[in-house]
């Protein structure tokens, strides 16, 4: 663990002395800095009890090196369109719950045609820039996989499962709020997809539901109980994680959602020093 945390510490320390952000981009940056660490703090507490034991991730996924042999997985799967420091902060958040038994978080972005959203980046894009923030840098904790190329949330998790043939597998579904009613709607369909393919691969399977509250309002409980009906464990986190959406980088060209590491830094520097960037904490800072 300290090894990524002198990792994110070296990115947010270089930021003053980039020279092209202003005091609006720095508070940007600061906020999501701090809920950054106080999940890395989490995530290092369950590591020193015992609760989390980091994966080997050398020549991951082409060699599976799990703790003990058994893979505990939290795959979070979504548009991304573009991954950015919210999503960050709620794998990060996530991982550090003591509820959340998983070893790792799986980043994949949904590559399949969505007639909602006809302007989506393509998949390839997505991930480069999924890849950009957390490669090097947030591993072996969170990591992105590259297996969501023309795959709805349906066919990612089944590639994943297969990727895993003669395991035992864990898998926990992260969730954001916002989707659960899609896939409490779908939970039948897939269930049935998932478990044929571990059949098939010799996967001893499991499955397991974490959702994430995005918004204070609204009845869940419909949702959360149509999957339990199908013996589903969920588990709804109370927390709210409600910081900008990737919405607010596309529409209010809120840059700064963006992890500037060093692998980034090129394509984003231009925006910043022709003032593109419109700082998203101006009108006030989101309670965490």
């Not at 092209?20 to 989490?42: M, P, T, V």
């Not at 998932?194 to 949702?223: D, F, I």
Request: aromatic share 10%.
């Amino acid at each position: 663990m300290e090894a990524t945390a002198r990792r994110v510490r070296k990115v947010f320390a270089s930021l003053p002395l980039l020279g092209y952000l202003g005091q609006d981009e720095l508070r940007d940056y600061s906020y999501h800095e701090r809920l950054i660490f106080q999940a890395l703090q989490g995530i290092d507490q369950k590591v020193s009890n015992g609760l989390l034991v980091p994966v080997e991730t050398k020549d991951y996924p082409k060699v599976l090196r799990y703790p003990d042999g058994k893979a505990r997985v939290g795959i979070y799967i979504g548009s991304f369109d573009p991954f950015q420091l919210t999503h960050l902060t709620i794998a990060l958040k996530v991982l550090a719950s003591p509820r959340f038994l998983a070893d790792v978080v799986i980043v994949v972005p949904e590559g399949s045609l969505e007639p909602r959203k006809p302007q989506k980046t393509d998949y390839a894009f997505r991930f480069q820039i999924a890849k950009m923030q957390l490669s090097g840098v947030f591993d072996p904790f969170v990591m992105p996989l590259d297996i969501g190329a023309g795959a709805d949330t349906i066919e990612i998790v089944r590639r994943f499962i297969a990727l895993h043939t003669g395991m035992k597998l864990e898998l926990t579904h992260i969730l954001g709020s916002d989707a659960l009613p899609t896939a409490s709607n779908f939970i039948e369909k897939d269930l049935e997809i998932w478990k044929k393919e571990a059949l098939q691969s010799g996967v001893e399977y499991s499955h397991s539901v974490y959702v994430v509250r995005r918004q204070r309002r609204g009845n869940l409980q419909p949702w959360l109980s149509h999957i339990r009906n199908q013996g589903v464990p969920v588990y709804l986190d109370p927390r709210v994680i409600g910081t900008p959406s990737s919405t607010t980088f596309r529409k209010d060209r809120a840059i700064t959602l963006i992890l500037p590491t060093e692998n980034i830094r090129e394509k984003l520097e231009v925006l910043f020093r022709y003032n593109m960037n419109r700082p998203w904490s101006k009108d006030g800072l989101p309670k965490p």
